[in-house]
């Protein structure tokens, strides 16, 4: 049978434990109640107020003290990191520019380049493409003309773009309209007497018969001699 102390003992220590539970829950939910009711998130920018500071208590204000100090250094790293990026984009947008610069510079002499082809080019399009045979002329005389070829030498040429009414090229007639070749021929129509060399002398073609070869393996398909070519086909002459 349980004696009077022990049962009086036994009584006592199960008061203490449910008074140590009750006071130990209490705590947990004051703590909880305080974490949870911080007006403040400094991750996300939600700072207190003057007024929110001065209800904190002394252990609250201290680690709000805390956190404000720990989120400064952290925005300091991000602004030295930040600054130190800038830095380097800054040497990189110099070396970008000193890049340009030299681009630029070097593109001039192909800007004044391209800028005399094109007054080379404007004036060769206002040449005359036919001309009219008048009194007194003869294929030198028109191939000296200066809106002709300016060279008398070259009249060889007016010849070979007007064969088909040009038979012998000491006979022109006035009235008569003859074509004015002009830039480099892409083909070439065989006459009867031609050879490779011949035509690759010619100085519209290529001005050095030793050049033949190059119109050669450009018409391999229609050409299996190259000493042996037929009259009337079109030869293309490679560029």
């Not at 064969?163 to 006035?174: A, E, K, T, V």
């Not at 070869?213 to 009337?232: K, L, M, S, W």
């Amino acid at each position: 049978m349980m004696s009077l102390a022990h049962a009086l003992r036994t009584a006592a220590a199960g008061a203490i434990e449910s008074t140590v539970a009750i006071v130990s829950i209490v705590a947990f939910a004051s703590i909880a109640s305080i974490a949870s009711a911080q007006p403040y998130d400094l991750e996300s920018g939600q700072y207190l107020t003057a007024e929110e500071y001065k209800e904190l208590s002394r252990d609250e204000a201290l680690e709000y003290c805390e956190k404000l100090a720990q989120e400064i250094d952290i925005q300091n790293d991000n602004a030295a990191a930040a600054n130190s990026m800038m830095s380097d984009l800054d040497d990189e947008i110099a070396a970008l520019e000193a890049e340009l610069a030299a681009v630029k510079s070097s593109a001039e002499p192909l800007r004044e380049r391209v800028g005399e082809l094109e007054a080379e080019l404007r004036e060769l399009q206002e040449l005359p493409q036919s001309y009219t045979v008048v009194k007194d002329d003869y294929l030198i005389k028109i191939s000296g003309k200066n809106r002709i070829y300016g060279d008398a030498a070259k009249w060889k040429r007016l010849y070979r773009g007007n064969r088909d009414q040009i038979r012998d090229p000491n006979l022109i007639y006035p009235d008569q309209i003859l074509m004015v070749p002009r830039g480099l021929p892409t083909s070439h129509v065989v006459v009867s007497g031609e050879t490779l060399r011949i035509i690759a002398g010619y100085w519209e073609i290529y001005g050095d018969r030793d050049e033949s070869g190059r119109i050669f393996e450009a018409n391999r398909a229609q050409i299996t001699d190259p000493n042996v070519i037929q009259p009337g086909i079109v030869l293309a002459i490679p560029r």
